[in-house]
């Protein structure tokens, strides 16, 4: 059987009825016959660079907070730039995280593969070295890229919507249900934790995860791999484009006419596992609403999976004001609070007056919170509340800087002061009225005793508890909201020694 012969006997294996049609105009071209991908079963297909003329290495070496060294190697693909040029950008991020997230940070570097590279498509993988005083691990993001547009797309857009990666998330748990030191209940369906997923030869879907990310780093990296007939009912068009790609080799492919309108700011409320803070399922704006945040301080805590418990049972939301050492303590639960709709605000690194402290140290206490939750669950903040509501014209200045709004609190339940679960219950509801601001503490095990309570009472009374961006809309950084009325004329907040 002749090459291409091989080559079409496997598309039309691993394409499948349904898949969508190839565009007309992709843009692309080969000076060969395409032939069937090889390669290991558990891994991404791997492009030889020498099929992909004018291909060249480009390696950048910057130094980020603490003298971290980093150091950038990524592929450059005639008339791909915007690819390059986005997964330079987003690999100097992670870096530049590791870095302010990592005490004891030294040196991170990416090396590349390519994925994929036919039709209208390309994809690389990274391989991401973290190396600290704790040791090195390894981390693998793998970003898609349509020739015709100019968008580079993340692993998780291969898929049809959030729905289709909660249900590879439930397939991947399956397979690696009884692997050892494998932790599926900290696999969440979030963009961070699906970075890299890609195809092997027989167009199965393979999903990866980073050294110590599910499973202790000494473990290794973790994989699992969702046969096609399984995953093909998963895929968005897009990804069933991405599969024909990366199943066969195309010989001499080029990309003869770059996009004439490159797309490389992505939509990110439609990227599958990025999700909305402020979904628009209610409007706290209209008149008739009846919206009240609960927001919960200096956690997580052991018991705040108690809190996310009864906020499901409720189909309520809240928003989370973490800190530092707790995010790094239970990085599990920060990951379940934001794949359950919730959101996750800035609380600084160690609670102190930010008042007391000069711009660089309030920086600090900020940028190092935004790396941690960056680093579990690709989501960047943009509210914050300082510690025991002290704020002043400084702290102002360097939270717009940082396109974080300030957010105090109309209603304090003084949980701090008072451990008992009945009184603060009372306080919480007592004084509802929409657009109030709730402020509790999920570190105090009266308050998560507490919130069953307070959420049925709610309910009885017809309120829908959501996110603090949902109750307020847009908000402007550096600007104080103390509630969802910013037109009524409401007294400051009492300061809260544990706020």
């Known amino acids: ?58 390696t950048t070496t910057d130094s980020a907070e603490g003298g971290v060294d980093i150091e950038l190697s990524y592929p450059r693909i005639p008339h791909a730039e915007p ?9 100097e991020q992670d870096g530049r995280d590791f870095a ?23 994809a690389v993988r990274l391989i991401q070295h973290e190396k600290s005083g704790d040791g090195e691990r390894t981390g693998y993001s793998t970003y898609w890229y349509n020739t015709e547009s100019g968008r580079t797309a993340y692993s998780t857009e291969l898929l049809d919507g959030q729905g289709r990666l909660e249900k590879l998330d439930t397939l991947v748990k399956k397979r690696l249900k009884d692997r050892d030191g494998v932790d599926t209940a900290s696999l969440y369906p979030i963009a961070e934790l699906y970075d890299s997923v890609g195809f092997n030869p027989d167009g199965d879907l393979v999903v990866e995860f980073d050294e110590g990310e599910i499973a202790p780093a000494k473990r290794g990296r973790v994989h699992a791999v969702v046969p096609e007939k399984q995953a093909r009912p998963l895929l968005s068009s897009f990804g069933k484009r991405a599969k024909k790609a990366a199943v066969v080799v ?104 930010l008042t007391s402290l000069g711009p660089d140290d309030v920086t600090d206490e900020l940028t190092t919170v935004n790396t941690l939750v960056r680093r579990e669950t690709g989501y960047s903040m943009d509210l914050m509340r300082p510690p025991y509501g002290a704020t002043d014209e400084g702290v102002a200045d360097v939270t717009e800087e940082l396109d974080q709004a300030q957010i105090l609190w109309s209603i304090d339940t003084n949980d701090w002061r008072d451990h008992d679960a009945g009184l603060v219950s009372k306080r919480a509801v007592k004084s509802a009225k929409p657009g109030s601001i709730v402020l509790m503490h999920d570190i105090h095990d009266t308050t998560v005793d507490a919130v069953p309570r307070i959420l049925e009472r709610l309910d009885e009374k017809g309120y829908t508890m959501v996110t603090v961006s949902q109750l307020l809309g847009e908000t402007k950084p550096g600007k104080e909201y103390i509630d969802g009325h910013p037109s009524e004329s409401d007294p400051s907040p009492t300061a809260s020694p544990s706020g």
Request: net charge negative; with cysteine; charged share 25%.
């Open 1 to 58: 059987m002749s090459a291409s012969a091989i080559a079409l006997a496997l598309l039309a294996l691993v394409g499948c009825s349904g898949d969508e049609a190839e565009p007309t105009s992709s843009g692309a071209s080969a000076s060969a016959e395409a032939t069937p991908a090889k390669g290991a079963e558990d891994e991404l297909t791997v492009v030889d660079t020498a099929h992909i003329p004018g291909l060249r290495e480009q």
């Open 83 to 91: 690819f390059a040029d986005r997964i330079a950008e987003l690999a």
């Open 100 to 122: 302010g997230a990592v005490p004891k940070a030294e040196s991170y570097s990416v090396d590349w593969q390519v994925s994929a590279a036919g039709g209208n498509v390309l």
């Open 250 to 353: 195309t010989p001499g492919f080029e990309i003869t006419k770059a996009a004439s309108a490159p797309k490389d700011s992505e939509a990110e409320g439609n990227v599958p596992g990025m999700l909305s803070t402020a979904p628009d399922d209610v409007d706290c704006q209209d008149a008739d609403s009846k919206c009240i945040a609960l927001t919960f301080d200096d956690g997580p805590a052991g018991r705040t999976p108690e809190v996310l418990d009864a906020l499901a049972e409720h189909h309520a939301r809240a928003t989370f004001f973490v800190t530092g050492v707790p995010v790094r303590e239970h990085p599990e639960t920060v990951r379940r609070a934001y794949a359950e709709g919730h959101e996750l605000a800035n609380h600084t690194v160690h609670h102190p007056d």
